[in-house]
């Protein structure tokens, strides 16, 4: 298994399905940009969710909201655009979801806003974000750990 952990922003809203056996299914697009040379280039990554273990986040996810994601990556598929351009598809299954602590969202929140965390219900402040990681069992991210 080759398992990534990526950063960035929400390309859409998340979209809820269930399969034929009544499994829940979150799927939405999600965007992780970078400057090289001046040059901005983004990659975007399709993403899974399986079954209820993020439903509290849910309502606050939103087409903008900063996110940091560990998942499963699948194997990259190639396939050629309307222009006859190789373009390749990234896909990820979403093991850990937790909020951004490296900017607030563009989902219409003020730097004086607050909002309930998604895990715990308390109100914090839209720059003050605690990482949830509902999926896995793993510490939370702390500050100082950060290498820049």
Not at 19 to 38: H, L, W, Y
Not at 61 to 80: F, V
Not at 108 to 116: C, D, H, L, V
Not at 122 to 134: L, R, W
Request: aromatic letters at 12%; glycine letters at 10%.
């Amino acid at each position: 298994m080759n398992f990534v952990f990526v950063a960035g922003r929400l390309g859409s809203d998340p979209e809820t399905r269930f399969t034929p056996s009544g499994q829940k299914v979150i799927n939405f697009r999600f965007a992780c940009s970078s400057k090289k040379g001046g040059k901005e280039d983004t990659i975007w990554w399709r993403v899974t969710v399986w079954g209820d273990q993020f439903d509290k986040m849910l309502p606050y996810l939103k087409k903008g909201t900063a996110l940091m994601i560990q998942g499963e990556l699948h194997k990259p598929q190639i396939y050629n655009d309307r222009e006859g351009k190789p373009q390749t598809s990234l896909e990820l299954t979403a093991t850990s979801l937790s909020f951004s602590p490296f900017g607030k969202s563009d989902g219409g929140s003020s730097a004086n806003a607050t909002s309930k965390n998604a895990n715990t219900g308390h109100d914090s402040n839209a720059f003050d974000f605690e990482p949830v990681m509902q999926g896995s069992q793993h510490p939370a991210f702390q500050d100082d750990e950060i290498p820049f």
